[in-house]
């Protein structure tokens, strides 16, 4: 187990499985398809990124560097967490980007019911040990443990 | 973060809850980046991205609700995205049956909404609303609230305005309070390159393609780049524009880039010149088998990858007048070579209606008519984004357009021959 301190984004404790993508994660690209049609594993639908591509979505922890994309990024992933169908939690290697950042604040300010803790400036490292599969943790004060 | 008094009333809800919900939001947004104030928005318009009443997107409807049931409308007037529908771009019964029926349910509320919010007026749908016909052209220096990574990217670079990257839904609340906050591409910290870009091609490059690569390498940075006013020359007449329009979009959607100067040409690389590059920037050569590389990696999405295309979009972000006029040209010309007298894929060129409204009073129009290609307004990608058009075989010149759907990239140069001289540019 290894334990790595980030910045909170938003607070919030969660256990979830890991998703992982080392490149950039395209929120509209990756979402919008499984939102719109229904798809309750949420699928990722990013045709552009091989790690994730077709990998279930929802209620993970998902492992990022940045958010990429279209500026609708933050809305969709607002939509996301209003319809319930979100990541369990949202794991930033490098410092949030604000697209995703907006998303993060949109859904905490805005919807009731729904925790999607956001920590952000992980390191690299973090992303370099994290792997699909693994067990994540996130604390209160954005300490993140990697089983 | 420290607020002006009137702000901070507004934040503990002397103007009401939902104002007072829409300041948390831009205060948490901006504590993201260690913003230490909210500055006022200094254009006079705002864009926004959502444009379009996709029913899932309900969500947003509401919250537009809650806004618009407060009472509160836009400080600002707005121009916003493409509309995603138009009955002259073709769609079979299906398509139409799940469109209509199913995707874009809420489209006339939503229009609805956006009427009542501020939108500056019934034909204000472009991603190029910085056209001199769609009139909303932000001054050098001005602050904005805008989302749409394209234009976000062409305010910044070409117009010298000043903007972050926002999301939809942030975009209107900047205009609702009248503030941002003061961080990344408003600040002359956040404008200095991190990347120094040198292109070493042996010809112009494709502008969709030079945007991705650079896009992909340097992601959400800025990027300097050198070596690109041998092509582009050192003015930004309608042309370059043009060029740098594509360029950019290619940038923001492929990677997350909000601005990029380029050597000579952009207003703030004209003034600062290299004063504009951060300390220990990285480098980043792209010569032709760069971009022959960057290319050949874009997989390929359709079930049949020999399939003949079923439509080519070419305008994502929207085409200008010069563009409609030079494509007409071009592809008149391609047909005359190929003994043709129409396409041989169903075209669909697309640009902002004010756009159009004009281009339909040149001789261009009936000559572009003449050759079976269609104009829109649309925006191609929520055209795109349905399963019904994975399965279909389009063909783009937007690399944007290409990283959001199933439809597969070419050049301008090949997607002309695939649609003057038939075939699949294999």
């Known amino acids: 187990?290894?334990?790595?301190?980030?910045?909170?984004?938003?607070?919030?404790?969660?256990?979830?499985?890991?998703?992982?993508?080392?490149?950039?994660f395209n929120t509209l690209a990756s979402l919008q398809m499984a939102l719109q049609f229904g798809d309750k594993e949420v699928k990722c639908g990013d045709q552009n990124n091989a790690e994730l591509h077709g990998k279930p979505l929802i209620g993970k922890a998902l492992c990022l560097p940045q958010t990429i994309g279209s500026t609708t990024g933050g809305l969709v992933l607002y939509c996301a967490c209003a319809m319930h169908k979100?990541?369990?939690?949202?794991?930033?290697?490098?410092?949030?980007?604000?697209?995703?950042?907006?998303?993060?604040?949109?859904?905490?300010?805005?919807?009731?019911?729904?925790?999607?803790?956001?920590?952000?400036?992980?390191?690299?490292?973090?992303?370099?040990?994290?792997?699909?599969?693994?067990t994540v943790t996130v604390k209160e004060n954005g300490v993140v443990e990697v089983d | 973060?420290?607020?002006?008094?009137?702000?901070?009333?507004?934040?503990?809800?002397?103007?009401?809850?939902?104002?007072?919900?829409?300041?948390?939001?831009?205060?948490?947004?901006?504590?993201?980046?260690?913003?230490?104030?909210?500055?006022?928005?200094?254009?006079?318009?705002?864009?926004?991205?959502?444009?379009?009443g996709l029913k899932v997107m309900s969500p947003v409807y509401d919250l537009m609700q809650q806004i618009l049931d407060a009472g509160v409308t836009s400080g600002q007037k707005f121009s916003v995205d493409p509309r995603p529908l138009d009955k002259n771009v073709p769609a079979n019964i299906l398509q139409k049956l799940v469109f209509n029926k199913f995707m874009y349910t809420k489209q006339d509320f939503y229009e609805e909404q956006l009427k009542e919010l501020g939108l500056m007026d019934k034909d204000a749908f472009s991603c190029t609303c910085y056209m001199d016909e769609m009139g909303n052209r932000p001054q050098k220096g001005e602050v904005l609230s805008w989302a749409e990574s394209s234009a976000v990217v062409y305010a910044n670079s070409v117009l010298g305005a000043r903007c972050n990257r926002n999301s939809g839904i942030i975009d209107i609340m900047g205009s609702i309070v009248g503030y941002v906050p003061y961080f990344g591409l408003l600040t002359d910290e956040g404008r200095r390159a991190t990347w120094v870009v040198k292109v070493q091609t042996s010809k112009k490059p494709e502008a969709q393609l030079l945007g991705s690569a650079i896009g992909m390498k340097v992601m959400e940075d800025v990027p300097y780049i050198v070596g690109l006013d041998a092509w582009l020359g050192q003015q930004l007449d309608d042309a370059t524009c043009a060029y740098l329009k594509d360029f950019g979009a290619a940038t923001a959607s492929n990677g997350a880039v909000g601005l990029y100067h380029i050597e000579n040409l952009t207003p703030e690389a004209v003034e600062l010149g290299d004063k504009l590059i951060a300390e220990g920037a990285q480098e980043y050569i792209i010569d032709d088998a760069e971009l022959e590389r960057v290319k050949n990696n874009y997989p390929v999405v359709w079930k049949d990858p020999d399939a003949t295309p079923k439509l080519c979009f070419v305008g994502?972000?929207?085409?200008?007048?010069?563009?409609?006029?030079?494509?007409?040209?071009?592809?008149e010309a391609g047909l005359k070579e190929s003994g043709k007298k129409k396409v041989a894929i169903p075209t669909v060129l697309t640009a902002a209606p004010k756009v159009l409204e004009v281009f339909e009073q040149t001789d261009y129009a009936p000559r572009l008519k003449a050759t079976g290609v269609v104009t829109s307004y649309i925006c191609p990608l929520m055209y795109m984004n349905n399963p019904l058009c994975k399965k279909m075989p389009v063909i783009t010149s937007s690399n944007k357009l290409r990283t959001y759907s199933s439809a597969r990239y070419y050049t301008d140069d090949e997607i002309l021959h695939a649609i003057t001289k038939g075939g699949n540019n294999k």
């Open chain 1, 86 to 134: 979100n990541p369990a939690c949202m794991l930033f290697a490098n410092p949030i980007d604000s697209l995703a950042a907006a998303g993060a604040v949109l859904a905490d300010v805005w919807v009731d019911g729904v925790s999607m803790p956001v920590v952000d400036s992980l390191g690299e490292e973090f992303l370099s040990y994290v792997k699909d599969g693994m």
């Open chain 2, 316 to 331: 994502c972000p929207h085409l200008s007048l010069q563009q409609l006029k030079d494509w007409t040209d071009k592809i």
């Open chain 1, 1 to 24: 187990m290894k334990q790595f301190q980030g910045r909170v984004i938003t607070p919030g404790e969660v256990t979830a499985e890991a998703v992982v993508t080392t490149q950039g």
């Open chain 2, 1 to 52: 973060m420290v607020l002006t008094n009137e702000q901070q009333a507004i934040l503990n809800g002397e103007k009401g809850e939902t104002l007072a919900k829409v300041m948390k939001t831009l205060v948490m947004y901006g504590e993201a980046f260690h913003a230490e104030k909210l500055v006022p928005i200094t254009s006079k318009y705002n864009h926004l991205v959502t444009s379009f």
